[in-house]
T-cell receptor, first 120, second 111 residues
């Protein structure tokens, strides 16, 4: 299976601890996105990368959150000093940007299964 | 980004056709209408995308009237496995820097 993978699938931590999640996108995809989803709501955008460059960050991404994609392949999302309000499903997605020369009108995002974070 | 409005929930029975309507009154010229499906404990999955008139693939059909202020996702002959949340999104052509999801429509298919 060459889909998007995320690890771990579940993480339980105590308030104040740091956590790190990993996302492995589809190999040829140059865009990678992070979303957060709480119960009963749709996913909310956090940040995205074009190759290794982080191009956009949501206001939801507080100073305690940091994301990296050092070699333009996998990405990590770290949350420092976790709070109970950080409890959510963290979703990663990837897509292939065809650029100006591309013929597709939309670059579909492929989502991973998510990492469910519970902060006690 | 154009805001979308869709019903919170819908029930249907196996074998029936289900139509989920979404309104997007402020859709811009270069926006596309896109639908995603999400099962519990999984990430959303792309279903279909269209700009105008009708689009059909192996999973669903998408109907978009001339004014493009609304769209209808049609699922033919649903089964229990189609129970999921369906999201209607408006996406700027060629951009897709981010997807803006609403709360979606919870479709429950009953036996």
């Amino acid at each position: 299976d060459t889909g998007v993978s995320q690890n771990p699938r579940h993480k339980i931590t105590k308030r104040g601890q740091n956590v790190t999640f990993r996302c492995d996108p589809i190999s040829e995809h140059n865009r990678l996105y992070w979303y957060r989803q709480t119960l009963g709501q749709g996913p909310e955008f956090l940040t995205y990368f074009q190759n290794e460059a982080q191009l956009e960050k949501s206001r939801l991404l507080s100073d305690r959150f940091s994301a990296e994609r050092p070699k333009g392949s996998f990405s990590t999302l770290e949350i420092q000093r976790t709070e109970q309000g950080d409890s959510a499903m963290y979703l990663c997605a990837s897509s292939l940007d065809y650029g100006l020369a591309g013929v597709r009108s939309y670059n579909e995002q492929f989502f991973g299964p998510g990492t469910r974070l519970t902060v006690l | 980004l154009a805001k979308t409005t869709q019903p919170i929930s819908m029930d249907s029975y196996e074998g029936q056709e289900v139509n989920i309507t979404c309104s997007h009154n402020n859709i811009a010229t270069n926006d596309y209408i896109t639908w995603y499906q999400q099962f519990p404990s999984q990430g959303p999955r792309f279903i279909i995308q269209g700009y105008k008139t009708k689009v059909t693939n192996e999973v669903a059909s998408l109907f978009i009237p001339a004014d493009r202020k609304s769209s209808t996702l049609s699922l033919p002959r649903v089964s229990l496995s189609d129970t999921a949340v369906y999201y209607c999104l408006v996406v700027l052509s060629g951009s897709a820097r981010q997807l803006t999801f609403g709360s979606g429509t919870q479709l429950t298919v009953l036996p």
